[in-house]
């Protein structure tokens, strides 16, 4: 875990968490000196952290005089700010100029730019058409979108009323999309005609007319046309007497007004990946969404408004929801819709050297790809205005760390962000005036006293156990969709341990009180009661240019567990012994004994969640012949069958 990024002193002086410090420091009367002890203030002072990171963001509210955290010493039960009131749109729109908002990019080259002064219209309009239809606070509006700015207008049009925003991805099918607005019942629904991926153009509404004869209290479908100027509403079926383009919907000229609701009123519904069941409707308030935010753009992200932040997210995807929100720094946002791999791997670095992005957002999946694909965007395109790399969604391997500051730029903070749908946001994640450690997030968030945990409920340093929470923040969830006891919700974080939260990262905190993520705790290997984590394999065998992507499971065998390596391979190659004993010896090398699988089978394809995720226990239960309980959460639930019955697992 060797350095390999340590900023300037230019750009530590100029961070806005430098500024923070100085700030705080003057209005308490303390010594804060570097961001060490100002996390260490955070947690002990947590009440005095929040209002002055409130007033550092300069967060529109009415604050009122009521305490910053009501019941401290509960969790669940603690209430941030619980006298305030406050709109998540205002926040979001409070630059009306000319600046631009939104630069959006697709596959076909298509591209919109809107200004802030522009995109308060564009809401200002929508908004007013909810109202007309009768939508209130409370009320849900949802969202079966591309990556578009249609999809940030209608959410903070919602959002400016204190309606309850939900959305996912247009490649969800039927039954996935039900799954998810079934159980919350949209009022209105905002879809496109269709959208684009890997130069195909894919239909929405035949999808949308059978879904939204399932949905009772649907009032209103609002098409977006996106793939044709003149969308055949024809294939909504009957639900075409309710559909509107998005072209006649709204009051063009309606004044822009923002509700102001309670500090905790609900933002978004965030779902579960749904892999182990029907996904959970997880209620984010939209108080705690804002400067959860807000602390991570400003003082972790380090944006300012100069910035041209992206990420490669899609509507199903919670950075979604944490991009939308750097609206509220005043930074550009930069929109991409389709494979990033369409036509070709530098598709999204060439937008990045033309849109002159500084902040460039993407998954650990999508890195190590770009590495097996051979391209080096340092070689390709102008990155002179990148400054920052962040990558989530599974753990980012040391390896991928190299080939960053190899092929894409020397001189970038590399930051390996993590959290989760569940907290709308992250519990480690990066800083600008720390150094970059190879394979380790850089640090933990302000205000979250992150620890882990080891089996008994200890604290450990330098062990590996299980990442929680152990005092209350904003960005906790106000609850699950109809769980009006709480009781789901406790089970879901909080049996593990009493009192604390347990977000089911295998972790260990580091010497350089970073963070090291080994996988999901619940699909920890367990071979002769040695925890091991997948995360640790992947690594192993990064290197291996045969294989262009692998997931572990462990196998119940003779009253153990032993390890199960599958591999998907370049094309032509075969999996013969020769290659067996390289990966195994790979493995043991760079690891131990333990972690070397007892079988390596090659597969055609590897199942993962829509956000790219690996799906280790949907594996874990084929192989064992269980079903998976909902495959309609997979981006390609047809690659589970190159695991289910295979001889070699059966000897």
């Avoid at 604290?459 to 929470?469: F, I, M, Y």
Wanted: proline share 6%.
């Amino acid at each position: 875990m060797n350095e390999i990024w340590r900023p300037s002193a230019q750009r530590i002086a100029a961070a806005n968490v430098t500024r923070f410090i100085a700030c705080v420091n003057a209005r308490r009367n303390l010594a804060l000196g570097d961001y060490a002890e100002l996390y260490a203030w955070s947690i002990e002072q947590p009440a005095e952290f929040w209002r002055e990171l409130v007033r550092f963001a300069n967060v529109r509210a009415d604050w009122s005089s009521g305490p910053t955290i009501e019941h401290p010493d509960r969790m669940p039960g603690a209430r941030f700010f619980p006298q305030a009131r406050l709109n998540f749109a205002e926040n979001l729109l409070r630059f009306l100029d000319s600046h631009l908002a939104v630069v959006f990019h697709n596959e076909r080259g298509m591209t919109q730019r809107l200004t802030y002064r522009e995109l308060a219209e564009q809401v200002a309009r929508i908004a007013a058409g909810l109202k007309d239809l009768g939508v209130e606070p409370g009320d849900r509006v949802a969202g079966y979108l591309p990556n578009l700015p249609q999809a940030l207008i209608a959410m903070l049009a919602t959002a400016s009323i204190g309606a309850i925003w939900s959305s996912c991805s247009p490649d969800f099918g039927i039954q996935g999309v039900l799954d998810r607005f079934g159980q919350i019942e949209p009022k209105v629904l905002f879809t496109a005609d269709g959208y684009f991926y890997s130069g195909k153009v894919l239909d929405s509404l035949t999808h949308i007319g059978e879904v939204a004869q399932l949905l009772p209290g649907l009032r209103r479908i609002v098409v977006i046309e996106y793939v044709g100027a003149n969308p055949e509403l024809g294939r909504l079926g009957p639900s075409q007497r309710n559909a509107t383009l998005w072209g006649q919907f709204g009051r063009r000229g309606a004044a822009l007004q923002f509700a102001a609701l309670p500090f905790n009123h609900p933002l978004y519904i965030l779902f579960s990946s749904g892999t182990t069941g029907a996904p959970k409707c997880i209620v984010h308030g939209a108080g705690g969404t804002l400067v959860q935010h807000q602390k991570e753009h400003l003082l972790h992200v380090d944006l300012k408004r100069a910035d041209r932040i992206f990420y490669f997210t899609t509507c199903g995807w919670m950075m979604w929801n944490w991009l939308a929100s750097a609206l509220a720094t005043g930074a550009t946002l930069v929109l991409y819709d389709g494979n990033p791999f369409h036509p070709d791997p530098g598709v999204l670095w060439r937008m990045a050297a033309q849109e002159r992005i500084t902040v460039f957002g993407t998954s650990a999946k999508y890195l190590t790809a770009l590495e097996k694909n051979g391209y080096s965007p340092a070689r390709a395109v102008d990155l002179g205005a990148l400054t920052s790399i962040l990558s989530t969604g599974s753990p980012l391997l040391p390896e991928s760390f190299d080939f960053v500051y190899r092929a894409v730029k020397p001189q970038v903070q590399l930051a390996s962000i993590s959290g989760g749908t569940d907290i709308v946001s992250c519990f480690a994640l990066g800083c600008p005036t720390r150094p970059v450690y190879r394979g380790e997030l850089q640090c933990r968030g302000l205000g979250l006293r992150v620890e882990i945990f080891d089996e008994t409920g200890r604290p450990v340093r330098a062990e590996r156990g299980e990442l929680v929470c152990s005092a209350p923040f904003p960005s906790m969830p106000i609850g699950f969709w109809n769980d009006a006891d709480g009781q789901r919700y406790r089970a879901a974080y909080f049996e593990r341990f009493p009192g604390v939260w347990h977000h089911g990262d295998y972790a260990e905190l580091t010497e350089h009180d970073g963070i090291v993520i080994y996988g999901r705790s619940d699909a920890v290997l367990n071979p002769g009661g040695v925890r091991i984590g997948t995360a640790e394999l992947y690594a192993a065998i990064a290197c291996c240019d045969e294989v262009l992507e692998s997931i572990a499971v462990g196998q119940d065998w003779r009253g153990d567990v032993r390890v199960v390596l599958f591999v998907r391979l370049r094309e032509g190659l075969e999996l013969d012994d020769a290659l067996k004993r390289k990966i195994r010896a790979q493995i043991r090398t760079r690891t131990t004994p333990r972690h070397v699988p007892a079988k390596i089978i090659a597969v055609a394809d590897i199942p993962r969640t829509r956000s790219g995720k690996l799906t280790e226990l949907a594996v874990r239960d084929v192989i064992h012949g269980r079903p998976v309980k909902n495959i309609d959460a997979l981006a390609n639930p047809h690659a589970l069958e190159y695991f289910r019955d295979l001889p070699e697992l059966s000897g």
